[in-house]
């Protein structure tokens, strides 16, 4: 799950549009839905609930408004990297949920952590890459920073500790969240437009949630109504 999801994701982004690696990685939840078929028989899904996986896949690739003449143009090898990256993922989230670990999720994610760099590290220099490429710039140590604490440290102990608990189908459901983080955080910070497609990207996100999540809403309903009515 770390060393080959990050290797296959980071190498396989250098060669394709962002519009088709999103398409390609949001295939995570539908990817978990099929391992877990296979190695966890208490996760499986309802066929109500497998619509509400594909709906939000719909909207994800409505979100970003992806151009089809466009989506296939970049390198098909580095696509099929992505497609690895998010193949490798649901597989592991499947095989760490069921494969009983005796260790503390703090250290297990460590050991992870570590293991996965030393692998990547390892690959690295089979390919031939050197340390004497590594340009340091203040940009590039800040991102350093970020991905390797906020967005790893930080994001996996939060991730399989939700793992643990909530199970790889619904944890990988995240994957349908991030596009649209990304189109608010575009908005925000770089100015860009939320147009009509963004929009009906979020609603048919939020209905695959609803046609999932829909027992848990309806059982918590009769209480949101009492809060809202002051009762």
Do not use: C
Request: glycine share 8%; aromatic share 8%; proline share 5%.
């Amino acid at each position: 799950m770390i060393a080959a999801y990050h290797a296959f994701l980071f190498v396989g982004e250098q060669g394709t549009t962002s519009a088709a690696a999103a398409v390609v990685v949001s295939l995570s939840p539908v990817l978990t839905t099929a391992f877990a078929r296979v190695f966890l028989t208490s996760e499986r899904l309802t066929t109500t609930g497998i619509a509400g996986i594909l709906l939000g896949l719909v909207g994800v690739v409505v979100l970003p408004s992806p151009d089809p003449t466009n989506l296939l143009n970049g390198d098909l090898l580095a696509e099929g990297l992505v497609f690895a990256a998010a193949l490798s993922f649901a597989l592991g989230s499947v095989l760490t949920h069921r494969i009983p670990a005796e260790l503390p999720i703090e250290t297990m994610e460590a050991w992870s952590m570590v293991g996965g760099a030393l692998l990547m590290h390892g690959v690295s220099v089979a390919l031939g890459e050197s340390p004497r490429t590594i340009e340091v710039t203040p940009a590039g140590i800040a991102a350093l920073a970020y991905l390797s604490i906020a967005a790893s440290a930080v994001g996996f102990l939060i991730y399989f500790d939700l793992l643990d608990r909530l199970g790889p189908i619904e944890i990988n459901l995240v994957s349908y969240v991030a596009p649209v983080f990304a189109a608010i955080s575009g908005a925000l910070l770089l100015d860009e437009s939320i147009d009509v497609a963004t929009v009906a990207g979020f609603v048919l996100i939020f209905a695959g949630f609803v046609l999932l999540k829909r027992r848990a809403l309806a059982a918590e309903w009769p209480r949101v109504r009492a809060a809202l009515s002051g009762e």
